[in-house]
């Protein structure tokens, strides 16, 4: 069983949460922002997955549960549990075990091309990365400095750390690889203010998502089935 947190309304794990179901796993789905609790450790879990949202990695105010969310990752990495940090997620992961997260110069919304580092040639989610490769990006925060120990493995022009490992079997990324054009309508109606603040042709930039939704399904589905069969293996 895979635990699953999920940070607010409208943020699931959309293509990941389809993977999962078709993979006939079982996602432990947990939403802290409407109480419900989190588990002391990871013991009844043999993968964890933490989703994005609007709180920053320090926005304990906001989101009081994210030390906890730190505490479940730390200890993921410690024993080899495997771990997806999505955004937010990826941030947490980073902050949990030394790095550091800031506010962006710029926010990165849109679909947006990706470039792999050299040692992504021979990692486990990685290999084989496109020259095309592209996924749907939501944030205003960034990692700014990776833990000790991590990996890079995905970057673009502005953002050098948009996908790294940590351990063997704990995975962070900055974008979204379960957003296709449905969550992604869902938010830019959300967000029409700060969109409209950022300057950005909203209907153009759902166009581009909506024609590359198939390509996207394909990349990150597959990505997706990867790590899941890292769940499915014994640590």
């Given at each position: 069983?895979?635990?699953?947190?999920?940070?607010?309304?409208g943020?699931?794990?959309?293509?990941?949460g389809?993977?999962?179901?078709?993979?006939?796993?079982?996602?432990?789905?947990?939403?802290?922002?409407?109480?419900?609790?989190?588990?002391?450790?990871?013991?009844?879990?043999?993968?964890?997955?933490?989703?994005?949202?609007?709180?920053?990695?320090?926005?304990?105010?906001?989101?009081?549960?994210?030390?906890?969310?730190?505490?479940?990752?730390?200890?993921a990495?410690?024993?080899?549990?495997?771990?997806?940090?999505?955004?937010?997620?990826?941030?947490?992961?980073?902050?949990?075990?030394?790095?550091?997260?800031?506010?962006?110069p710029?926010?990165?919304?849109?679909?947006?091309?990706?470039?792999?580092?050299?040692?992504?040639?021979d990692?486990?989610?990685?290999?084989?990365?496109?020259?095309?490769?592209?996924?749907?990006?939501?944030?205003?925060?960034?990692?700014?400095?990776?833990?000790?120990?991590?990996?890079?493995?995905?970057?673009d022009?502005?953002?050098?750390?948009?996908?790294?490992?940590?351990?063997?079997r704990?995975?962070?990324?900055?974008?979204?690889?379960?957003?296709?054009?449905?969550?992604?309508?869902?938010?830019?109606?959300?967000?029409?203010?700060q969109?409209a603040?950022?300057?950005?042709?909203?209907?153009?930039?759902?166009?581009?998502?909506?024609?590359?939704?198939?390509?996207?399904?394909?990349?990150?589905?597959?990505?997706?089935?990867?790590?899941?069969?890292?769940?499915?293996?014994p640590?």
């Amino acid at each position: 069983m895979i635990l699953g947190i999920q940070h607010e309304h409208g943020t699931g794990p959309g293509l990941i949460g389809e993977r999962i179901e078709e993979a006939g796993l079982k996602l432990d789905l947990r939403h802290p922002y409407q109480g419900e609790p989190l588990p002391a450790d990871l013991s009844a879990h043999s993968g964890l997955i933490v989703l994005g949202g609007t709180p920053g990695a320090g926005d304990v105010a906001l989101a009081p549960w994210l030390p906890a969310v730190e505490e479940l990752l730390r200890e993921a990495v410690r024993d080899e549990v495997p771990v997806l940090g999505v955004c937010l997620g990826g941030q947490l992961l980073a902050t949990a075990c030394g790095g550091t997260v800031t506010v962006a110069p710029a926010a990165q919304v849109g679909l947006h091309p990706l470039g792999p580092y050299p040692a992504a040639s021979d990692d486990e989610l990685f290999a084989g990365f496109p020259d095309d490769g592209r996924a749907v990006q939501w944030h205003w925060d960034e990692i700014t400095t990776l833990p000790p120990g991590a990996v890079p493995l995905l970057r673009d022009g502005a953002f050098p750390h948009q996908a790294f490992r940590l351990g063997r079997r704990a995975w962070g990324v900055q974008f979204h690889p379960e957003v296709l054009l449905g969550s992604a309508s869902e938010w830019a109606s959300g967000d029409s203010p700060q969109l409209a603040a950022l300057g950005l042709d909203v209907p153009a930039m759902l166009g581009r998502i909506a024609e590359a939704e198939p390509s996207l399904r394909a990349l990150w589905g597959g990505i997706t089935d990867r790590w899941l069969a890292l769940v499915r293996e014994p640590a």
